[in-house]
Structure formats: C-alpha cells, structure tokens
C-alpha cells in the first residue's frame, strides 16, 4: 500500500472542490463518528453467527465504509497537523504498559480488570 500517494489523492481530491474551508475538527470528527456507525449498521440485527456470512455478501459496502473512515481520519489528521505514526506509536507504548502480555495475553478484559 503506497500511503503517501494515496494521503495526496485525498488532499487533492478535496482541495479540488475547495472543500478545505468546510473541515474543522468539530464536524469532522462528527462525520467520521457518522461513517463508523454505518458500518456498524451493516451488521446491525444479526446474529454473531451470521457476520462471515454477512462479510461475503456485503464486502463491497464494507469497504466503502472503512475507505469513509479512512478518509475522514486523513482529513481530521491533517486540520489538526497531528503526526500520526507518532501519536499512534505513544498510544502503543500506553497500551504495553496497562495491558502486559502475562496478564492480558488470551482474554479481552479491560485494563481494570486485569
Ligand atoms: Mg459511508
């Protein structure tokens, strides 16, 4: 995956409408909350069961979800000016520390809980 090309695509994309104007991080937080609950929707009502079933019937629709999320965190990352391999790699070294392998290795607890 060649992110670099792709980040300018989006930019591009957006800059070509003058949309820049539009995104603070008031409403794009909202529309990438908005994206992230449609994909929710695409297994809402179904059973736990059904979801490898509903994930090859819908995959296209999916994608397009996760590719909406995508964008929407780019265009966020970028008004804000956040680094984000940095910021992602401090909230790793975060989660190492409240989620060690020996206690948290096999289970889903919260931190809390371990
Ligand atoms: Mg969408």
Not at 26 to 34: E, G, R, T, Y
Not at 95 to 112: E, F, I, L, M, W
Request: with cysteine.
């Amino acid at each position: 995956m060649d992110l670099t090309s792709t980040l300018t695509a989006i930019r591009d994309f957006r800059d070509e409408r003058d949309w820049r104007q539009f995104h603070n991080p008031k409403d794009l937080s909202a529309a990438l909350s908005i994206e992230a609950a449609e994909l929710m929707e695409c297994f809402l009502w179904i059973d736990k069961s059904e979801v490898d079933q509903m994930v090859d019937q819908r995959r296209i629709k999916i994608e397009e979800e996760v590719a909406d999320i995508a964008v929407y965190l780019f265009h966020l990352v970028d008004v804000l000016q956040i680094d984000l391999p940095n910021a992602i790699n401090r909230k790793l070294e975060q989660n190492r520390a409240k989620y060690p392998v020996d206690k948290s290795r096999g289970n889903a607890k919260k931190y809390t809980e371990l």
